[in-house]
């Protein structure tokens, strides 16, 4: 009885430490703010519906527009990495405007460059597709499909 | 690593107080009526009347190198322009430009919150290509402000926390004469920005 306890006590100590690298979400924003792809990994953050996405999309859209104009010293690009306590975000906007958000772990380094393949992802499967009209919702399954093969489950295997 | 700018805002949304250091980009004159007194002389519609030697315009001109006549009594346009070509304008007002701060920090952290799900998450900051932002919030709902150089690697939130437990508490709480939470005055005192300025500019690497 008592060894069992001691057990379950130590499972639950080492296990958190585990999960601290982790990828939560990944949004895309067209230049107009508007969000045209969403998609959940790894457990974390809210689950929240997808017209609560689309309000904080468009709520980032023009925060990220205000800090640019914030800059003391010179020209600024925006926001690149947004910190709260338990996730922090990270932002790729790319030179036409639209803006690729990664929610991550704060301890997450690779955010940058898991942005960057998303970038290429999404002009390979999404800009050259015939069938997509710009800056509106991405509907490709080889987007998604490549999109899960580089993100998986969001949790990174240590 | 450089340190900007100060900013400090009350509960009722209101900037009370603002330093800057370092900034090449400069926020234009308040507009009349748009900030309250006692915030700061650098960027209040009075700035120029006071002609006091511990007002942050003097601090800022040591630093930069820069003689603004002190006898003359220019006005603020006429001081902007004397302040010489590193410096140019944001084109932005300073009380808007502290209303951009006060809505872009406000904005976010209900943003962190909504999306962790936990109502006491904290905001912390964030960081462009420039600039980085950092947020430390008092009990009482007083929010400090600070921007810095973006590759900043220390953890500035403590050395705000520093300056609301030794100035803050030192030279305005305990004040008699500061008026605070009057929706009237600033929270600028000199003593106040005397020891703000000693306490960033002994950090390290502050230039």
């Known amino acids: 009885m008592t060894g069992e306890g001691t057990k379950a006590a130590s499972a639950i100590t080492v296990l958190p430490p585990t999960i601290i690298m982790a990828i939560y979400g990944l949004w895309v924003i067209n230049k107009a703010g508007g969000l045209v792809y969403q998609r959940s990994f790894a457990d974390g953050l809210a689950q929240l519906t997808s017209n609560e996405y689309l309000v904080l999309a468009g709520t980032l859209h023009g925060i990220h527009a205000i800090t640019s104009r914030l800059s003391p010293m010179g020209s600024s690009s925006g926001a690149q990495v947004i910190e709260g306590e338990s996730f922090k975000m990270t932002i790729l906007l790319t030179p036409t405007g639209t803006k690729f958000v990664l929610l991550t772990s704060p301890a997450e380094t690779s955010a940058e460059a898991t942005l960057q393949k998303v970038y290429e992802v999404y002009a390979d499967d999404v800009m050259k597709n015939p069938f997509h009209t710009p800056e509106m919702p991405i509907r490709s399954e080889r987007f998604d499909s490549r999109i899960g093969i580089l993100i998986g489950n969001g949790l990174t295997t240590v | ?207």
């Open chain 2, 1 to 207: 690593m450089t340190i900007h700018s100060l900013y400090i805002f009350d509960r009722h949304c209101t900037c009370v107080y603002y330093q800057d250091w370092h900034r090449t980009r400069r926020p234009k004159p308040a507009a009349e009526g748009g900030l309250l007194p006692a915030v700061s002389q650098d960027v209040s519609a009075k700035s120029a009347t006071g002609s006091n030697p511990n007002s942050n315009r003097n601090t800022l001109t040591s630093n930069t190198g820069i003689v603004v006549a002190v006898n003359e009594q220019p006005t603020p346009n006429q001081l902007l322009q004397t302040t010489g070509p590193p410096l140019t304008s944001t084109g932005l007002a300073f009380d808007e430009e502290a209303k951009l701060v006060y809505g872009v920090i406000l904005s976010l952290r209900n943003m962190v919150r909504k999306l962790s799900g936990k109502d006491d998450e904290q905001f912390l900051g964030y960081r462009t290509n420039t600039y980085k932002l950092h947020l430390f919030e008092t009990a009482s709902g007083y929010k400090l402000v600070m921007l810095t150089d973006p590759n900043i690697t220390d953890n500035l939130r403590l050395v705000l926390r520093q300056i609301y437990l030794g100035p803050f508490l030192e030279y305005v709480t305990r004040n008699p004469l500061s008026t605070m939470d009057s929706k009237e005055f600033g929270i600028d005192n000199e003593y106040f920005r005397q020891s703000i300025h000693n306490m960033v500019s002994g950090l390290t690497g502050f230039n």
